[in-house]
C-alpha cells in the first residue's frame, strides 16, 4: 500500500509524518431535513423489544412537545409502522421523499411502507440493507425533527457498524431483557460505542417483572435480572425498566401504540433531554 502512497499516515510506517485524518464516512442529509438529536436503539437480538422501546421514548418526547421521528433501520424485521397503525403508499416528490406521520405527529419511515404487501419478506444482504438506511437519511426530508430515533438491526455487527459510521448518531440506547446474557451484549455495544465514539445513554431492560392485577404484586417472570451489575461493570446508568404488559402487546398488534397510557420512561427520556 504505501508504495502508492503520496501522503503517508503516522500508523503505516511511511517516512513522511504528516498525519492522515480519518476517513468522514457520515452521509449527507438531504438539504431540506433538519434533526436535533439522534439516538440509536440497539439489542443484542431480535424479539427482546427493542422496537417496542424506539416507539416508547418517542411517544414520550412527542408527548412532551418536541417533534420526533424514528428512521425504521430493521430493514428485515420491520415493525414500526404497523404498531402505530401507518400504512404506505409513501408520498414522493421530485427532491425527495415525505416522511407519513402517525396520528399524533411522528414522522416515520420504514421499508414496509414501501412493499406491495407489508408482511412481504425482506430477504437483503448486508450491503442492500445498509444503502436502504443510507437513502433513508439522505433521501428523506426530515423537516425541523428536535429528536429521531433509529431501530436498528438487531445484533451489533456489522450492519449496525456500518449503520453507525454512516449516519450522524448522538447517543445509544441499549435495550435488554432478563433472560439474555446481559454482559456479553452490554460488553458488545460498549466495545461498538467506543470504537465510534459515540455516548451511551443507558440501558433499558424490557420485560422486567409482570405487575399482577389481581394484587399489585411484581413477578419476576425470567428470574432475577444481572442488569444492575452488568451496569455498574460497565459505569453505565440503567434508565429504564419496562414490565411486560398484555397491554402493551395488544396496542401494538392493533396499530393503537399512541393510546398506550402509561409513561414507563420518562426517566430515558430526561436522559435524552440531558445529552
Ligand atoms: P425487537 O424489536 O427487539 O425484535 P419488538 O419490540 O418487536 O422486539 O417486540 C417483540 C414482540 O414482543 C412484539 O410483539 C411486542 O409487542 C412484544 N413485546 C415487547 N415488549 C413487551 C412488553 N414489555 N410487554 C408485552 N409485550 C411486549
Not at 431540506?32 to 440497539?42: A, E, L, T
Not at 419511515?109 to 442492500?128: C, G, M, Q, T, Y
Not at 431492560?205 to 405487575?211: A, D, I, Q, R, T
Request: proline content about 6%; aromatic content about 6%; overall charge negative.
Amino acid at each position: 500500500m504505501s508504495g502508492n502512497c503520496e501522503s503517508s499516515c503516522g500508523g503505516c510506517g511511511g517516512s513522511q509524518d504528516t498525519k492522515q485524518e480519518p476517513q468522514d464516512l457520515k452521509k449527507q442529509l438531504h438539504p431540506k431535513s433538519k434533526i436535533g438529536k439522534v439516538i440509536g436503539v440497539v439489542s443484542g437480538k431480535g424479539g427482546v423489544g427493542k422496537s417496542l422501546v424506539t416507539t416508547l421514548m418517542a411517544l414520550e418526547m412527542n408527548r412532551r412537545g418536541y417533534k420526533t421521528a424514528i428512521l425504521d433501520a430493521d430493514i428485515t424485521g420491520p415493525s414500526i409502522p404497523k404498531s402505530f397503525g401507518v400504512k404506505g403508499p409513501v408520498r414522493t416528490q421530485d427532491d425527495g421523499v415525505i416522511p407519513p406521520k402517525s396520528k399524533t405527529g411522528i414522522d416515520l419511515i420504514s421499508i414496509n411502507l414501501f412493499l406491495e404487501k407489508e408482511d412481504d419478506p425482506v430477504l437483503w444482504r448486508a450491503p442492500i440493507v445498509t444503502s436502504t438506511v443510507n437513502q433513508f437519511w439522505q433521501e428523506v426530508i426530515w423537516e425541523d425533527i428536535d429528536y429521531m430515533f433509529i431501530d436498528m438491526p438487531p445484533g451489533t455487527g456489522d450492519v449496525s457498524l456500518t449503520i453507525f459510521q454512516s449516519l450522524r448518531i448522538d447517543g445509544i440506547i441499549i435495550v435488554t431483557s432478563p433472560q439474555e446474557l446481559v454482559s456479553m451484549i452490554v460488553s458488545k455495544a460498549v466495545k461498538m460505542a467506543q470504537m465510534m465514539n459515540i455516548p451511551i445513554v443507558g440501558l433499558i431492560e424490557n420485560m422486567s417483572y409482570f405487575k399482577c392485577p389481581d394484587n399489585g404484586k411484581d413477578y419476576k417472570i425470567f428470574g432475577e435480572s444481572h442488569i444492575d451489575e452488568t451496569a455498574k461493570q460497565y459505569g453505565l446508568d440503567i434508565i429504564g425498566k419496562i414490565p411486560i404488559d398484555p397491554q402493551l402487546s395488544e396496542n401494538v398488534g392493533k396499530g393503537t401504540i399512541e393510546d398506550y397510557p402509561v409513561d414507563v420512561l420518562k426517566e430515558a427520556a430526561d436522559m435524552v433531554v440531558a445529552i
